[in-house]
């Protein structure tokens, strides 16, 4: 069975970092893609996705430079960096993962597990 948990959110000051953790489980994780989305009220958005066979990323252009995703096959965990915390970064950020088929994760629909979603909440 396919796991996800999300991990790593809080409140964090407007300008600091923070570094959310992504742990799978119940498949073969260097097969598989992993993305990052955000969800503000109803609203949910594709923010970044690495393909864990390659090590290839992808970012939303508004959160390039700021955020960074990477993969420890070995731990079974995606990590997304956010440095510079803004306002706008106040979310509930959930990981989602399906099987690679291409080596892009832009490629990916992402059907095949999401985490339960962990929130971050900006203070100015």
């Known amino acids: 069975e396919v796991q996800l948990v999300e991990s790593g959110g809080g409140l964090v000051q407007a300008g600091g970092s923070l570094t959310l953790s992504c742990a799978a489980s119940?498949?073969?994780?260097?097969?598989?893609?992993i993305g990052w989305f955000r969800q503000i009220g109803p609203a949910r958005e594709a923010i970044s996705c690495i393909?864990?066979?390659?090590?290839?990323?992808w970012y939303l252009d508004s959160v390039k430079g700021r955020f960074t995703i990477s993969s420890d096959n070995a731990k079974k965990t995606t990590y997304l960096q956010i440095n510079n915390v803004k306002a706008e970064d106040t979310a509930i950020y959930y990981c989602?993962?399906?099987?690679?088929?291409?080596?892009?994760?832009?490629?990916?629909?992402?059907?095949?597990?999401w985490g339960q979603g962990t929130q971050v909440t900006v203070s100015s």
């Open positions: 393909s864990n066979r390659n090590s290839r990323g």
């Open positions: 989602a993962t399906d099987r690679d088929t291409t080596g892009d994760c832009t490629d990916s629909y992402f059907k095949g597990g």
């Open positions: 119940g498949f073969t994780f260097e097969d598989y893609v």
